[in-house]
């Protein structure tokens, strides 16, 4: 069941993607990251970090402020190139998998002189979905109204993240990827987030979330990564899937 | 694929052009700018009908090259404002599109505010031209296009660095010196009657489609450099 | 660093310039005159006009030049009849350029002790030619050489190659100095102005700006973004050459090209060609060397270079004394040369402070 999905996701493509571009093996794992150093100027911000996630898990990145967190994170969304290493997503380079790759930064990525179905259309539109459907659900899925004409300038900043996520989520994204989507966010749309995450994962996609404060992630997740310093330090499974 | 490739340049431009609408924060500054390099010019030189003639080409375009400088560095900031780029380049979408996507915006903008100017540079410098409108008019586009698809190339690449704003005029000027002496030449020869301006026009085509290419070659490569 | 070669190639080098040098500047026999006239070919003794026939001895070997149609031959000389003719042997073409060159080879061993005569019209301010054009080609070379590297960095992202742009360009861009300071020089004696928006000189302006920016956007760009940006900007510099000179070319100035019809002179040149070329090669090779250990050490900023701040102090100045008359090429010469060696200096010393503080470095950090 979950292998159909998968595939038929794989279908929906871009476009103005070329033909050879990609059909991600099922069997491959969601991200592989082998031995990636990141170097900026005389510090490493990443030193030789290995791990391979398995597909619809949870996983949890943490570590302190500084530890590499989220250029890690950028190197698995293809933004950053590593200075050593690999990082393949479902067997392919980076900029192969971008269809299938659902990205929230800790800035909000909209435009603030744009209402938030615009900058849902625009961004619809590099993914080739041009269906006003799929991106009202999108809205709808983290409880925004569709109908709102307020520029997302003037959104709250809880708003400002849902709406992020459903930029990150209204392509259907078999991989996931969050840095700090609870950071100034009021407690309810932070369950409306959780919730939303929980959905996505017992759906069979793959989520890596970076956070400094565990909080709700602590009954959500699979699995946690810990980072220091540059370094994966552990990866351990949570008690809850060991129970 | 070439089809999808023009949706998405349609996209960019109309993303651009609405961002601009609501704003005009490029627009308000470049208008500003070049009526105050008219302005400022018109003090300094007080040229005859004879002079302006000569002069006005020169003028015109430096005040253009200049506001365009305002505009592009605008055009690239909000694309970092919010890390929007960053939504971009996670997207499948190619580069080309949006570096396309933005040329056309701000030839839109540049053109507009000629529009606007030109009349300006009639009144204040009292001219008249002593050859064919239309050629004026071809000169005025291969110009705006060479000045506009360079400096939107080097705006993208000074955005990232350090002194981002000072960058752009030092990367794009040397480049844009041989384009600048063309369309300066080019405009002087059909406003003076003095000589044919076609070898410049034909030199400046040359330009635009040399450089427009090269830009396209190396765009998905600068942006995302690190 | 610890190459063996590197002493011998410095002495090599700086012996050849050293011996250019002299050639340049020691007064040499002049070994060409002209002929005004035109001469058909034929297969027996031509008597030949000449403007003075006491350059040559009965039994040299002439060299016939019509240096715009490429029409060159060598004849001997069989009688000189007076001060203004000379007899040779045979003519083999037709010499219809008005005028035509005339010289006399000297034998291989002499010329090679012989400096270039001073020149007929421009006196010695000629001489910085010898200065200027090896300095030109080095320029134009270094920076081909920064073009292949950057394509090569773009496809293949290979280190060295990025290695071999960084440094071409900052060493193209001190040479580059030396054209742009030498040519005003000889400008103001041979056009009599000391700029004027000739092609060639244009498009060596708009190079050198170019390059400045290459080298500023890589010190500013972030992270190790200075490396691609950079790339392009040099592919963007190198299409931008010959639109530069293009459109100079419309604009309408022509100062007159200078060609060399004396054979002393273009030996001259050529000892000088050579040494500059070894010399940039040298340069480029420390330059490398010290980029290699600098990014061993860090990747982190380069110093900023003060080179090229000479010549922007140097060229306002030198419009202060535009109304001068009767000026004295031999002073114009001298500085010419002067002003080369400062820069090259200058470089040079700039180099030897970033060898220093990589030492001292390299020390603290133990390598």
Known sequence: ?243 | MTNSLLRLIKANLAKDLRLEWRSRDVFNAMLFFALLVVVIFSFAFEPTTEESRRLAGGLFWVAFLFSTIVALNQSWARELRNGVLDAYRVSPAPAEALLLGKVVSNFIFVALLECLMVPLFILFYNLSSAGSIWQLAVILFLGTWALVINGTFFAAMSIRTRNRELMLPLLLLPVSIPAVTSMVGATTAVLTGDGSPLPQMKLLAVYCVVFTAASFALFDMVLNAE | MKSKLYPLLTVLTFALLSYGTYLGLGNGPVQATQSPDRVDASPKPVVLAVSSSAIFKVGDTAIIDSVDSGVREKEMVIAIPDTTHVTVAKLDHVHNENPFAIADKLPFAQQLKSPAPTEFTMGNVQRIFYYHVPAATCAYTLFLVNFVASIIFLWKRSATADLWAVTSAEVGLVFATVVLVTGPIWGRIAWNTWWAWEPRLTTFLVLWLLYVSYLVLRRSAEGGAGAILSAAVAIFAFLDVPFSYMANRLRGHHPPPVTLEDPGMKFVLMVNMLAFLLFAGLILWLRSDLEKVSRKISAAHIQKAARGAMACLALPAVFLFQERQNLNPTTFMLAGYIATWVIYLAYLLFLMAKMAKLKKEAAELGM
């Not at chain 1, 899925?141 to 900043?157: C, E, I, K, N, W």
């Not at chain 1, 930029?167 to 749309?189: C, K, Y």
């Not at chain 1, 310093?229 to 552990?234: C, F, K, P, T």
């Open chain 1, 1 to 243: 069941m979950r292998r159909s999905r998968q595939l038929l996701a794989l279908r929906h493509r871009h476009p103005a993607q070329k033909e050879t571009e990609i059909t991600p093996s099922a069997e491959a794992p969601p991200v592989s990251v082998q031995n990636v150093s990141k170097i900026y100027g005389r510090t490493a911000a990443v030193r030789d970090v290995s791990f391979t996630l398995a597909p619809a898990r949870f996983y949890v990145l943490r570590g302190e402020n500084g530890a590499g967190k989220s250029t890690l994170l950028r190197m698995i969304a293809g933004l950053n190139q590593p200075t050593q290493g690999d990082v393949r997503i479902f067997g392919h380079k980076t900029k192969d998998t971008r269809a299938h790759v659902g990205y929230m930064a800790h800035a909000p990525l909209l435009y603030d002189e744009l209402s938030g179905m615009e900058n849902l259309r625009f961004f619809g539109e590099l993914y080739g979905i041009r269906s006003d459907d799929v991106l009202q659900k999108a809205m709808q899925r983290v409880g925004l109204d569709p109908a709102l004409t307020r520029r997302v300038g003037q959104y709250s900043q809880g708003m400002r993240q849902r709406l992020s996520l459903a930029r990150a989520i209204f392509h259907s994204p078999q991989l996931l990827l969050l840095d700090e989507p609870f950071s100034n966010v009021d407690p309810e749309s932070s369950t409306q987030i959780a919730k939303l995450l929980a959905d996505m994962r017992s759906a069979g996609n793959t989520i890596l979330l970076v956070t400094h404060q565990l909080g709700l992630m602590a009954e959500l997740a699979d699995e946690f990564l810990v980072l220091s310093a540059g370094e994966l330090v552990s990866q351990t499974s949570s008690r809850r899937t060991d129970a």
